[in-house]
């Protein structure tokens, strides 16, 4: 088994021979040869291991364990002790997910603190076996068939071309010590149960169902490659940036497309919607319906879908208010404000107004349910809600849209409409010129 991991990182995973190696290590069968296999190949090791408290003093005895193979292989250890459960309670996640969450932002903390350049985990073939069926099982793509990686970012798994019955023989034939996590052989986890009950008759249909099934995987992985070559080219096609973090996709464009939900599911996957059903409901939902991930917000608009970056900034300050003195707004907008004594360049931009009839302090703030202005250029008033639906402004270009006000009264809507009460006239004496940057 050396010699095939040897040669296996030497033709695939060359990049690990002079780096610095985090082995992500419980103290398990699989971890410890993983370590024990690196450190006779001589690569540069340091151990992380997490005690989760969650099996009493088998946890304490797993880190002793761990700190003891450390001290044997003269490797130096990282360990520190979480409370899973608290934390899962607080998050509102399972122990599972609450271990997984942990521990991965402290490995990356680490390689952060110590300059390591990878961390390695020991999954081996039989767990992407296991996580395939677990997938297949939920409902998944093509994605979730198509394995573990064997590397994702910085976290590599060395093993994962390696059956656990190959490394319960090198351990056998090293006579290597580890620990045995006693839930491992209770079924009423779903992974155990696949591991205990459903592949050994799995493996029963058919001698080679393990090599079998890793040729299937590399053929899905190939199939991936082809279809996201083509979702890029769709990308390039459809998915129209607008500003930093705001794009669109025309709807009439994805429905022409042979498998409209398909495609769009492929193509919004980057921005974190992945529930099938949520994405493809979009297509035929009523204007203004979103959805939102982690960091993204998904609207439907009446001819697009608008793709938006959530961010945490001041944008929900209700008021800012313009002085008599004031000369400049910074912020949320950047507006000029200066006193001239005729009208000279003119654009979208740029408002001159009578100052006599502004009431200061004036206030920039975003539109409200029931605002109204009388427009330059029209008789009467018109709500802006009105104004917006004549302008087809989208839900985000509502969102983002300034007013200035005068008291109560719109004088502008920031560089798109004045309002006609505040115009230059003959009687005018003093002019206040606006100007958007």
Not at 312 to 335: A, D, F, G, M, V
Not at 370 to 378: A, H, I, K, S, T
Not at 421 to 431: A, D, E, F, G, V
């Amino acid at each position: 088994m050396l010699e095939k991991l040897e040669t296996h990182i030497t033709t695939n995973l060359s990049f690990l021979k002079k780096a610095k190696l985090l082995i992500a290590i419980s103290g398990g069968l699989d971890s410890v040869v993983l370590s024990k296999l690196l450190h006779e190949l001589n690569y540069s090791l340091a151990f992380a291991h997490c005690n989760f408290q969650l099996r009493d003093n088998e946890s304490d005895d797993d880190e002793i364990f761990v700190k003891e193979l450390g001290d044997k292989l003269n490797v130096n250890v990282h360990t520190k002790k979480f409370e899973t459960e608290a934390f899962a309670n607080r998050e509102k996640m399972s122990i599972q997910m609450a271990a997984r969450k942990l521990r991965y932002e402290w490995f990356q903390e680490l390689t952060t603190t110590f300059q390591y350049d990878y961390i390695l985990t020991a999954h081996h073939k039989d767990d992407a076996l296991e996580t395939f069926i677990i997938n297949l099982s939920r409902g998944t793509g093509i994605e979730g068939l198509t394995g573990i990686p064997e590397r994702n970012g910085n976290i590599v798994r060395p093993l994962l071309s390696f059956t656990r019955e190959e490394i319960q023989a090198y351990a056998k034939q090293q006579q290597l010590q580890w620990r045995e996590d006693s839930s491992n052989a209770s079924t009423k986890y779903l992974r155990n149960k696949i591991r205990h009950e459903i592949v050994p008759l799995l493996q029963e249909l058919h001698p080679t169902f393990m090599d079998n099934f890793e040729a299937t995987q590399e053929h899905l992985r190939g199939s991936n490659t082809i279809i996201q070559d083509y979702i890029q080219q769709l990308k390039a096609q459809l998915l129209e940036k607008v500003a930093d973090g705001h794009y669109q996709i025309e709807i009439a464009a994805i429905e022409q497309l042979s498998n409209p939900k398909a495609y769009l599911y492929e193509l919004l996957k980057e921005f974190g919607f992945h529930h099938w059903e949520d994405v493809s409901d979009m297509l035929s939902a009523q204007s203004g319906k979103q959805l939102f991930s982690a960091n993204y917000r998904l609207i439907k608009d009446r001819t697009h879908l608008l793709i938006q970056k959530q961010t945490k900034n001041s944008e929900h300050t209700t008021e800012i208010y313009i002085t008599k003195t004031s000369t400049k707004l910074k912020t949320p907008i950047q507006l000029h404000v200066e006193e001239v004594s005729h009208v000279t360049n003119t654009g979208k931009n740029i408002l001159y107004v009578d100052k006599e009839l502004l009431k200061f302090p004036l206030i920039v703030r975003k539109w409200k349910n029931g605002d109204y202005f009388y427009p330059l250029g029209m008789r009467g008033k018109k709500k802006v809600s009105k104004y917006f639906k004549d302008e087809k402004y989208s839900l985000i270009d509502k969102e983002n849209q300034w007013l200035l006000c005068s008291g109560e009264n719109i004088v502008w809507i920031i560089g798109k409409r004045s309002d006609n009460r505040y115009k230059i006239t003959q009687p005018t004496n003093t002019i206040i010129k606006l100007t958007l940057h």
